[in-house]
């Protein structure tokens, strides 16, 4: 019996793939599971091959899992495209369309894995259906539940609730399909595995991707104007807000394109508004001039990157982590930012709210630091806690302050209220021009340096206030890890494992990439004599960032690759192994 199971399913345009593979999480969650998909695909419009990935279980999942194994091929050459993204076990189960005219000796499977192969008439079975050949997938998820114990009631109330828009007949017609599978196995399987999924029920889940929990948490943080221009893989951001934001009586605009976005988003901020965008790595580049003109404008706005394989149109589809130094230095002169970096699909909706309070009280752009393996993958996730939603004010001037107002007075915080139109005697010029106290243009080399001095002591407040560092493992390890973003989860399961195995190892994943976390970063770091850093970037951006800013330990150990796979638990794990017993130092 097996509690937690990696699945994975490959196949073309049309076969179902994403589909099939919702449907196995919306029931996992439905059945109080906790589960984790990751969609792969290419960066066509329309078809084209895709494959998913699926990892379920009864305790939380905190990464997509190794190798897998269950093994589903549509066909086998649509799985050779995706053969270093859905690895199997030894000993794995295998299922493929019988239709598919690959002989043995060239299915795409390493011998030495000797995997469990079914030969299933997927495609036969669904034609008797259908008449035609589409219903493939349902038919899968018959073959599924009946040989490895997926719940078939849970399957079936998704299949109902996903179809039954289109009427009564389409709902029959796939539930049909899906019990012609189960019966396929029940009189034709003899079984030559012993792979069966077990699991307690709990309370049900729910299922979401992290670009949408990104969205709610700008919903829920009061986020009232929202600008985009569409781009992979922020879109889904941009196409719920545009569904959501009239709902709670806000305004979305679809801009001409990212320039644009930012400047509406910063006019409708200076007037009043909690205002967002998002973007990937090209459309951040485009934004970095007017990032300068909120970071001296002192005009609050949060820039959400969700990161793909770059530079230029790069991988739209694949993830990254390379947009880091874009984030932390892009524009020009010096503009302090906050860098925030969600870890998970559930802390997108707890960064998304805090993002708009740093905003909103600390008056300057923050940018969420997310990735595509984050935004666009599902995760089934405990239900939001209302009493965690967090609304932030922006200091407004007072009555007494209004007599004179100085919008950007040179106090100790750095923080000075902020007005918006409407407010009588809070009237004040914000431009990209530098200003005295009273936002009177100036070419006083003395005043820009007070003003430079007001605008980064924001920071200096800011960073005792939102250490935002996760830490794991044992507190008395001399071995560390330290990743950021989307890899926490694959480095705190490594960390685990590494600890089952006896070996101590402390880990460290910072939220608040910018400004530094000082003192959490001294406090890790001190016992430590040998560092690991993990990153999804060729030239090493976040070591650089680290040894620009921390003193690191003189061993270090550097993890690094391009984007396009995320890393594997077993990836970080046997790195950390072997740096135990010795390894190559950069």
């Not at 929990?213 to 569409?230: D, E, K, N, R």
């Not at 790595?281 to 949060?302: D, F, K, Q, T, Y």
């Not at 008395?476 to 006896?502: D, M, N, P, Q, T």
């Not at 970063?521 to 004599?529: I, R």
């Amino acid at each position: 019996m097996r509690t937690d199971l990696t699945l994975g399913i490959a196949g073309s345009g049309g076969d179902g793939v994403i589909v099939a593979g919702d449907f196995l999480v919306w029931a996992a969650a439905s059945e109080g599971l906790y589960s984790f998909m990751l969609k792969s695909f290419g960066s066509q419009i329309r078809g084209g091959e895709s494959s998913c990935k699926i990892r379920v279980g009864e305790d939380p999942i905190l990464s997509q899992g190794d190798k897998l194994d269950v093994l589903v091929a549509f066909n086998w050459k649509d799985y050779a495209k995706f053969r270093s993204e859905l690895e199997i076990k030894e000993g794995a189960v295998v299922l493929c369309d019988s239709a598919d005219p690959t002989p043995d000796e060239d299915i795409p499977l390493p011998r030495s894995a000797h995997p469990v192969l079914y030969k299933i008439p997927l495609q036969q079975i669904a034609a008797s259906r259908t008449g035609r050949g589409p219903g493939k997938n349902m038919v899968m998820l018959g073959v599924l539940s009946e040989m490895f114990g997926f719940h078939a009631d849970a399957i079936q109330a998704a299949l109902r609730k996903r179809f039954q828009k289109k009427g009564d007949a389409v709902v029959d017609l796939n539930l049909g399909l899906f019990e012609a599978g189960a019966a396929y196995v029940r009189e034709h399987v003899q079984r030559r595995d012993q792979l069966i999924f077990s699991y307690r029920r709990a309370e049900p889940k729910m299922v979401i991707s992290g670009n949408e929990a990104l969205a709610l948490g700008a919903i829920a943080a009061g986020v009232g104007f929202f600008a985009g221009y569409p781009i992979t893989p922020a879109s889904e951001i941009i196409e719920y807000l545009a569904r959501l934001m009239p709902l709670y009586d806000g305004v979305w605009v679809q801009a001409e394109d990212e320039i644009a976005a930012l400047g509406m988003a910063l006019g409708a901020s200076y007037s009043g508004k909690r205002a967002m965008t998002a973007t990937s790595g090209p459309g951040l580049s485009l934004m970095n001039e007017m990032i300068g003109l909120a970071s001296l404008a002192e005009i609050p706005v949060v820039i959400v990157d969700v990161q793909r394989v770059g530079p230029s149109t790069g991988m739209p589809t694949k993830s990254e982590q390379s947009d880091l130094q874009q984030a932390l230095y892009g524009t020009h002169g010096d503009a302090p930012r906050v860098v925030l970096a969600p870890a998970d699909v559930e802390d997108c909706f707890t960064v998304a709210m805090d993002a708009v309070c740093i905003a909103e009280e600390y008056q300057l752009p923050v940018i969420i630091l997310s990735d595509q393996f984050i935004g666009q993958r599902k995760e089934s996730v405990p239900k939001f806690d209302a009493n965690r939603i967090k609304v932030c004010e922006r200091p407004v001037p007072g009555p007494g302050e209004l007599s004179n107002f100085k919008r950007y007075l040179l106090n100790e915080s750095g923080i000075s209220p902020m007005s918006f139109p409407g407010i009588k005697h809070g009237e004040y010029t914000a431009a990209g021009i530098e200003h005295d106290e009273y936002g009177n243009p100036t070419s006083s080399p003395q005043m820009h340096e007070q003003m430079n001095a007001k605008r980064f002591r924001k920071l200096e407040t800011l960073r005792r206030r939102w250490p935002y560092v996760r830490r794991y493992g044992s507190s008395g390890a001399e071995v560390g890890v330290i990743g950021w973003g989307s890899s926490k989860g694959a480095i705190k399961e490594a960390i685990l494992r590494a600890e089952e195995h006896g070996i101590k190892v402390a880990g460290l994943v910072p939220q608040l990439i910018y400004p530094p976390a000082y003192e959490d970063f001294e406090a890790f770091l001190k016992p430590l004599k040998k560092v690991i850093v993990v990153e999804m970037s060729y030239s090493a951006q976040f070591l650089k960032y680290l040894k620009s800013s921390y003193r690191l330990p003189d061993d270090v150990v550097l993890l690094k690759r391009s984007g396009g796979i995320p890393f594997t638990v077993e990836e970080i794990y046997r790195k950390i192994e072997q740096e135990v017993t010795g390894g190559v130092r950069v």
